[in-house]
C-alpha cells in the first residue's frame, strides 16, 4: 500500500445542508469508534497546517465524548449518525486504512470526484452512489478496482475513453447520470466485465459492437438512452447472460433470433423500441429455458404470437418457491465481499409505469403489448404456471378466450384489451383468485360475464367496447331468464360460497385498494382477493376506481418500487 499524503482540503465532503445543532444530538457507538479508527491512521502534519482554522479538528476527537460534537463531523439531525465530514485543512498523512472496499453511497457530495479518490491503490470495490457528483476528470488508474458504482449522480459528458484501461473491472454501474456521447467500444471487450449498467443516460449513437469471445457480461443494461441502429450479433457471445434490458431506445431492427440459445436469460426487455417483423418459429429444442421476464411491448413486431417460445418457457412453467436459503429472493449478482448488485427494470406493471430497482425471482411477466401481433392465442399458454402478469393488449389478436388461462393460478393482472377477440369470457377465470387487474375491453366478446369470486372485484370499465356483453356489473342486463344481479347488500350470501360467515355488506367495487398512483403493490400470493377483502382487516375504500389495484401493505415489497416520474 503505497502511502499517501491525503490533503483533505477543498475535500470531498461538502455538503449542502451542515446541521449547526449537531451538538444536540447523541453519537452512535458504532460512528464514534469508527472515527476514532479513521483518526488512529493518520498523523497530522502540523508543518504544514496552512490555514488559521483553530483548533485542529481531530484534535478535539476524543473517546467518550459525544462524536456529533466533534469538530468537523455533523450528523442526521433525525438518525443521529455521522453524515458529513469536513476536515478541509487537516493535513493527515499516513495510509489510507484497510482500503480495499470504500463506501461513501447516499451522501450528499458533489462537485467532481476528486482524483485522489480514484487513485487510492488498494481500492477494489468504490461505492459513490446516490450522491451529486457532476463530473470525473480523470478515470480510474487503479489497477485493482474490480466494483464501481456512481449511479444516481449526476454526472455529465462522456465516459473517458482511459476506462478501458481497466482490466480488472467486473462491476460498472453508472446508471441514472447524465452521461452522453457514444459508449465506448471497448467497453465492451473488457473481458472482466460481469455487470454493466449504463441505464437512464443521454447514450447515443450504436450499441457496442465488439464483444468478444471471452464475454463475461451477466448483466447488460442499456434501458432508457438513445441508441439506434442494430442489436449487434456479436452479442450472442455473451452466453453468459442473465439480464438483457435494451428498453426505451431506438433500435431498428429484426426479433434477434440469436438471443434464444442462451441458456442463463431470466430478463429479456426490448419494450420502446422501433423492431419490426414476425416473430417465426425457429427449430431450436429449447428457446429461452430461464426466460421469466419477457417484455418486447411497444415496438412493431407482426404476425402471429410467438408460439414456439410460449410453449418453451420452462422456467414460467415452474413456480418458484422463495424463503428456500439457497434461493435468493432477488435477480441479483454477487460482488465483493457480498456486495450485491440487484438486476432492475421499468416495466409496466398492473397499469402503472414501474421502476422495480430489485427484481423479484417471482415475478414471471409477458409483455406483448402494442405491437401488430395477429391469429389466437394459444392454448398453450394454460401451462406458464408461474405467470403474474401477462399483456397482450393492443395488437389484432382473434379468436377466443383460451379456458386454459383459467390455470394460471398465479396471475394477478391480465389485459387483453384493444384486440379482435370473440366468444364468451370462459367461467374458469373466475377462479384466479389472485387476479387484482383485468381488462377485456375493445374486443368483440358477447354473452354473459362470469360471475362470483374474483369477477365481483371489476369494475365495469373492464368490459367496456364490447356491445355483446352483459350481466353484472354492465348496466345491460343478459335477459329475463338469465341470472339477474343480486343487490349490493346481500351480495355474498351464505348460500351461495356455503360459508358459515356473516355476510358482510359491501358495496361494489370496495376493494381493499388505495390507488395512489405511486409504484407500491404487493404480490398476493395464494390468498384469494374476495375472500381477503371480506374476512381480511378493515375495509378500505377503493380511491380511483380506474387507477389499477395497487396495493399497499406493511411495506413489503415497497423499497423495491419507485413511480416513475
Ligand atoms: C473508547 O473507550 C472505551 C472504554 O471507555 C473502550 O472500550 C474503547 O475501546 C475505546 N475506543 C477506542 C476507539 O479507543
Ligand atoms: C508523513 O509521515 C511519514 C512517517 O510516518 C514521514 O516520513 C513523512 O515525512 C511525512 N510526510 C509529510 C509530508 O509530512
Ligand atoms: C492506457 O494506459 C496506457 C499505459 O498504461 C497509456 O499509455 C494509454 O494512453 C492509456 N489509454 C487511455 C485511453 O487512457
Ligand atoms: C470493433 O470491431 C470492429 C470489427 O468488428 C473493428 O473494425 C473495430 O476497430 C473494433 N473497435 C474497437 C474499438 O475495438
Ligand atoms: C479485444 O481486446 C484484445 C486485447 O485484450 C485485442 O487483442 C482484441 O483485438 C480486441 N478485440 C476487439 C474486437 O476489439
Ligand atoms: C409497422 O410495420 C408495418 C408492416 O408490418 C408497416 O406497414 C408500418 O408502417 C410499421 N409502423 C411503424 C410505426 O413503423
Ligand atoms: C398493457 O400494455 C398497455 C400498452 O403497453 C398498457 O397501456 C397497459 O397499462 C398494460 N396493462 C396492464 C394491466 O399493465
Ligand atoms: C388446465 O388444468 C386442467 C386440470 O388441472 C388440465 O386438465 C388441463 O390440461 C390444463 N390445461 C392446460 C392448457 O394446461
Ligand atoms: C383497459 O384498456 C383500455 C385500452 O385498451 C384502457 O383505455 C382502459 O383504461 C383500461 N381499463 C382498465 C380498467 O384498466
Ligand atoms: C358502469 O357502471 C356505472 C355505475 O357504476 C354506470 O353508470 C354505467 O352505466 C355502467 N356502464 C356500462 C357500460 O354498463
Known amino acids: 500500500m503505497r502511502l499517501i499524503l491525503l490533503y483533505l482540503h477543498i475535500l470531498l465532503f461538502h455538503f449542502t445542508s451542515f446541521s449547526s445543532s449537531s451538538s444536540n444530538l447523541l453519537c452512535h457507538h458504532e460512528d464514534s469508534s469508527a472515527l476514532l479508527q479513521f483518526k488512529s491512521s493518520f498523523t497530522i502534519d502540523t508543518e504544514n497546517y496552512a490555514c488559521s482554522e483553530q483548533p485542529q479538528k481531530t484534535a478535539t476527537w476524543k473517546n467518550g465524548t459525544n462524536c456529533c460534537s466533534w469538530h468537523g463531523v455533523s450528523c442526521d439531525t433525525v438518525s443521529g449518525h455521522v453524515i458529513g465530514l469536513n476536515l478541509g485543512c487537516e493535513s493527515l498523512n499516513g495510509t489510507f486504512p484497510g482500503l480495499i472496499y470504500l463506501d461513501l453511497s447516499n451522501h450528499k457530495l458533489f462537485g467532481s470526484l476528486p482524483n485522489w479518490l480514484l487513485d487510492i491503490d488498494s481500492l477494489q470495490f468504490l461505492g459513490l452512489s446516490h450522491n451529486m457528483f457532476t463530473s470525473m ?3 480510474i488508474r487503479n489497477q485493482w478496482l474490480q466494483d464501481l458504482d456512481i449511479s444516481f449522480n449526476l454526472l455529465a459528458g462522456d465516459i473517458p475513453l482511459s476506462i478501458c484501461n481497466k482490466s480488472s473491472l467486473a462491476y460498472l454501474n453508472l446508471a441514472h447520470n ?13 473481458s472482466s466485465i460481469q455487470v454493466l449498467d449504463l441505464q437512464m443516460n443521454k447514450f447515443y449513437g450504436t450499441i457496442p459492437s465488439n464483444f468478444s469471445q471471452d464475454c463475461d457480461l451477466r448483466t447488460l443494461n442499456l434501458n432508457g438512452n438513445l441508441l439506434e441502429g442494430n442489436l449487434p450479433k456479436c452479442l450472442s457471445n455473451c452466453q453468459k447472460l442473465e439480464a438483457l434490458n435494451l428498453g426505451s431506445n431506438k433500435i431498428e431492427d429484426h426479433f434477434p433470433y440469436w438471443i434464444q440459445t442462451m441458456q442463463h436469460l431470466e430478463v429479456l426487455v426490448l419494450r420502446e423500441n422501433k423492431l419490426y417483423g ?13 426466460l421469466i421476464i419477457f417484455d418486447i411491448s411497444s415496438n412493431n413486431f407482426s404476425g402471429p404470437l410467438p408460439k414456439a417460445y410460449i410453449q418453451n418457457f420452462e422456467a414460467m412453467k415452474t413456480v418458484t418457491q422463495v424463503g428456500q436459503e439457497s434461493n435468493s429472493q432477488y435477480m441479483e449478482r454477487m460482488g465483493l465481499r457480498g456486495i450485491k448488485y440487484y438486476d432492475s427494470v421499468t416495466m409496466t406493471v398492473k397499469g402503472n409505469n414501474i421502476v422495480m430497482v430489485k427484481i423479484p425471482i417471482t415475478f414471471a411477466n409477458i409483455d406483448l403489448s402494442q405491437n401488430n401481433f395477429e391469429g389466437e392465442i394459444p392454448n398453450f399458454i394454460g401451462q406458464l404456471q408461474a405467470l403474474k402478469g401477462l399483456n397482450l393488449s393492443h395488437n389484432r389478436l382473434t379468436g377466443a378466450i383460451p379456458q386454459s388461462i383459467g390455470n394460471l393460478t398465479n396471475l394477478e393482472s391480465l389485459d387483453l384489451s384493444s384486440n379482435i377477440l370473440t366468444g364468451a369470457i370462459p367461467a374458469e377465470l373466475a377462479y384466479l383468485n389472485g387476479l387484482e387487474v383485468l381488462n377485456l375491453s375493445h374486443n368483440h366478446l358477447m354473452g354473459e360475464i362470469p360471475q362470483g369470486k374474483q369477477f365481483n372485484t371489476f369494475s365495469n370499465d373492464s368490459y367496456e367496447g364490447n356491445l355483446r356483453l352483459c350481466g353484472f356489473p354492465l348496466s345491460k342486463k343478459c335477459g329475463p331468464e338469465q341470472y339477474s344481479p343480486p343487490s ?3 351480495f355474498w350470501s351464505e348460500e351461495k360460497f356455503g360459508f358459515g360467515w356473516k355476510p358482510v355488506a359491501i358495496g361494489y367495487g370496495c376493494g381493499a385498494v388505495l390507488g395512489i398512483g405511486l409504484g407500491y403493490f404487493m404480490f398476493l400470493i395464494g390468498k384469494p382477493r374476495w375472500l381477503v377483502m371480506i374476512f381480511g382487516g378493515q375495509p378500505k375504500r377503493r380511491v380511483n376506481r380506474r387507477r389499477t389495484r395497487v396495493r399497499r401493505t406493511n411495506g413489503s415489497t415497497m423499497n423495491q418500487m419507485v413511480p416513475m416520474s
Not at 278 to 290: A, D, E, L, Q
Open 488 to 490: 349490493a347488500n346481500n
Open 278 to 290: 414476425p416473430i417465426g418459429n425457429i427449430n431450436i429444442k429449447h428457446p429461452f429455458p430461464s
Open 137 to 139: 476528470d480523470q478515470f
Open 178 to 190: 447524465k452521461l452522453t456521447g457514444i459508449i465506448p467500444q471497448c467497453l465492451a471487450n473488457l
